[in-house]
């Protein structure tokens, strides 16, 4: 099975892509959508039209048959926790427009599955997300937080069974 794990962001949407045989991960790609910002932070709709295209491309380019996005977090900027929130409905729609039922972690529920505990640092994250795919190279931050959501939602889906019957419906 083929999970995409997607780290929402307005001027850097990571993703990660992973194979999961059993209890076995490997990894496929990993990456960072960019919208360009203009003058002024750029035109907000341009912004998310880039991320849906690049994220669009990707789903095209890997068929993953599983994604999951981390949920924002809500910070005492409204309106830069706004624009995130629209940025995250791009990260839900371009994986459900491939027919894909996306699952969303808490940042907290990703970090305790990868690391071992809720709050670990970025750091932490990354090492620990190269102790899982041995051998990968990592594009960045929100990459590394990517991989660890696909991470997070491989081993949900394995612990709750769903894997199986995932794994047939992929066939």
Known sequence: MRVIGIDPGLRNLGWGVIDVAGSRLSHVANGICHSVPGPGDGDLAQRLLALYRQLTDVLR????????????????????????????G???????????????????????????????????????????????????????????VAICHAHHLQSSGRLAAALRAAE
């Not at 924002?72 to 706004?82: Q, R």
């Not at 970090?111 to 932490?124: D, N, S, Y």
């Open 61 to 88: 380019l890997h068929e993953p048959d599983a994604a999951a996005v981390e949920h924002t977090f809500v910070n005492k900027d409204a309106v830069a926790t706004l624009k995130l929130g629209q940025a995250r």
């Open 90 to 148: 791009i990260a839900l729609l371009v994986p459900a427009q491939f027919g894909l039922t996306v699952g969303e972690y808490a940042p907290n529920a990703v970090k305790k599955t990868v690391v071992g505990v809720g709050h670990a640092a970025k750091g932490q994250i990354d090492h620990m997300v190269r102790l899982h795919l041995p051998g990968v190279q990592v594009a960045g931050p929100d990459a590394a937080d990517a991989l660890a």
